[in-house]
């Protein structure tokens, strides 16, 4: 990756933040640049009911700044395209949803043509897990060419976890359909070659890009993350993975990225930063 900054050594939030945004300047510099970012646990704190999260107003402020001065701002996110929009709630932004599996497009929704065939599947897998897994706190969350099902509000995560994947894999389609684990979340895909990974390069090759940032918090973040590597290695683009780290982080995401924050506030505060000047300038 490109320009290599090490996760070590810097101590506080202010070094951690100008750090990054030195890193990210330069990358952006490279146009044209453009800057994707997960949301949950990246722009918006995670909560225990999905749908309570929001993305604060400053980061929604900066991000809209960003818009107008970069090639491409883009929110890859498993959540469905719909929400992100009303999440982040920036006409300007591009959206990819359900884990890349479905995009916004001149203001519509439009679902990656190869996974259409699998939103019954999904919906069926569903209702089956819901009824032989009723553990109190489990969320059930069908977004049509995806699903996930929640269990951070369980009493007992791991157990439920457990018995969650053997309901998968007993269920009518189990070999139709991939698992991607998140922060105590099981999202049910289709298998299918597409993910944020993919989407990543698609965006990229479609908006010509020489220099693109990518930042997220999770395993799911990590097909993005090597994408980003693919289009350093293969294609020479200027490229930046950033982290961002909790108590929760999969152990993966330091050995996938070049440098790492430590909360949703650090990532405000870089977005902040870069709203300011995006390709130059002292922090």
Do not use: W
Not at 83 to 91: I, N, P, Y
Not at 94 to 122: M, Q
Not at 216 to 245: C, E, W
């Amino acid at each position: 990756m490109s320009p290599k900054t090490p996760h070590t050594g810097v101590s506080t939030s202010r070094e951690r933040v100008g750090t990054a945004a030195a890193a990210a300047r330069r990358v952006l510099a490279v146009g044209p640049s453009g800057l994707f970012t997960d949301i949950d646990g990246t722009l918006s704190p995670i909560v225990a009911v999905p749908e309570a999260a929001a993305v604060p107003e400053p980061i929604k402020l900066a991000l809209a700044t960003l818009a107008e001065r970069l090639d491409l701002v883009a929110a890859v996110t498993g959540r469905s395209v719909e929400e992100a929009r009303g999440m982040v709630g920036l006409d300007r932004v591009a959206y990819v949803g359900n884990h890349g599996f479905e995009r916004s497009s001149g203001g519509c929704v439009v679902v990656h043509p190869d996974a259409e065939p699998y939103v019954p599947l999904i919906a069926e897998t569903l209702r089956t897990i819901a009824e032989e897994v009723q553990a109190p706190g489990i969320i059930f969350e069908n977004k049509g060419v995806t699903a996930s099902v929640h269990f951070r509000q369980t009493g007992d995560p791991e157990t439920v976890r457990a018995t969650l994947l053997d309901a998968i894999a007993g269920g009518p389609h189990a070999g139709e359909l991939r698992i991607l684990e998140g922060r105590f979340v099981l999202n049910l895909l289709p298998r299918l070659r597409l993910d944020k990974g993919y989407a990543v390069e698609e965006l990229a090759a479609e908006r010509g890009l020489r220099g693109a940032i990518f930042i997220g918090d999770d395993v799911t973040d990590l097909h993005a993350f090597k994408a980003l590597t693919r289009l350093h290695q293969s294609h020479g683009l200027a490229t930046l993975s950033i982290a961002v780290l909790s108590p929760e982080s999969p152990s993966e995401l330091v050995g996938a990225t070049d440098l790492a924050l430590q909360s949703v506030a650090e990532v405000g505060a870089l977005l902040a930063a870069l709203a300011v000047d995006p390709f130059s300038g002292d922090d």
